[in-house]
C-alpha cells in the first residue's frame, strides 16, 4: 500500500540516495607501464631478467601481466657495459587502500663457468606514487654462502646461493639474517596513471612527497 503524500517514481528511474552512491567511487585505480630498460653488471654478459608485482591484500590486477621473462641481451661495442634488454611491463591494479603499494622485483641471470644458469642480481623498488613518468635505478644484490667450504662446493657444483621465491626481497621478515653481496644495476622507467584517488580522499602529488606526514603507511619513500 502506498504511503500518503509519497509521488511513486518514474519507471526507469533510480532514487537520489541510489544515484549518490553509484557516483561515488569504492576503489581507486593506478595504470602502471613502462620497460626495464637496461642493466649494468661487470664482468658478466648474456643475460636475462625476470620481473613480478608484489602487493597487499587490498590490491587487485584488474589487466596486464604480474611477471614476465625477457630476452637474453649481450653488451654491444657501442655500449659495452651495459646491457639493453627495453622489456615492456604493463598492468592495472584496483585497491580500495595504499597499504601495501605494489613493488616490481626484479632477478637477473646468466651462465656461469660451466655453462648453468646462476642468479645476477636480485632487487626491488616500489611503483612511483606520483603520476607521471619516472626513472627508477635498482642496486641489485645477490645472496651469499656463510663459509668457504660452501663457496667452493657452490661454484663447483654449479648451485649458486639462491632464493627459492624472489618475492622474498620486497619483504622485510627473515632479510636480517641473509648475507648479501652488492652486483650490478637495474634501469626501470614507469609511466603511472591514477584514477579516483582524490575522491576517496588521497591527495598524491610532488610537493606531498617532501612532507613524510601526509605518505600513508607502509609506503617508504625513495
Not at 667450504?149 to 636480517?176: H, I, M, N, Y
Amino acid at each position: 500500500m502506498a504511503t500518503a503524500g509519497a509521488r511513486p517514481l518514474a519507471p526507469g528511474r533510480a532514487a537520489p540516495g541510489a544515484m549518490a552512491a553509484a557516483g561515488s567511487p569504492s576503489v581507486f585505480l593506478v595504470a602502471v607501464n613502462g620497460q626495464i630498460e637496461s642493466g649494468q653488471f661487470p664482468g658478466f654478459d648474456d643475460l636475462y631478467c625476470k620481473f613480478c608485482f608484489v602487493y597487499g591484500q587490498d590490491w587487485v590486477p584488474t589487466a596486464g601481466l604480474e611477471e614476465g621473462i625477457s630476452q637474453i641481451t649481450s653488451k654491444s661495442d657501442v655500449s659495452p657495459s651495459t646491457l639493453v634488454w627495453n622489456f615492456p611491463i604493463d598492468i592495472t591494479f584496483k585497491s580500495t587502500n595504499p597499504f601495501g603499494w605494489p613493488q616490481i622485483v626484479v632477478s637477473v641471470y646468466g651462465p656461469d663457468f660451466f655453462g648453468n644458469d646462476v642468479v645476477r642480481g636480485y632487487g626491488a623498488v616500489h611503483v612511483p606514487f606520483t603520476p607521471g613518468r619516472h626513472t627508477r635505478t635498482i642496486a641489485m644484490f645477490v645472496p651469499e654462502s656463510t663459509s668457504m667450504l660452501q663457496k667452493f662446493t657452490s661454484w663447483f657444483t654449479g648451485r649458486r646461493p639462491e632464493f627459492t621465491d624472489p618475492r622474498v626481497v620486497a619483504q622485510g621478515e627473515g632479510r636480517e639474517v641473509t648475507r648479501v653481496r652488492s652486483q650490478g644495476f637495474v634501469t626501470i622507467s614507469f609511466n603511472v596513471m591514477t584514477k579516483d584517488m582524490k575522491k576517496l580522499g588521497y591527495e598524491v602529488s610532488s610537493s606531498d612527497m617532501q612532507n613524510p606526514s601526509l605518505v600513508p603507511e607502509g609506503i617508504h619513500k625513495y
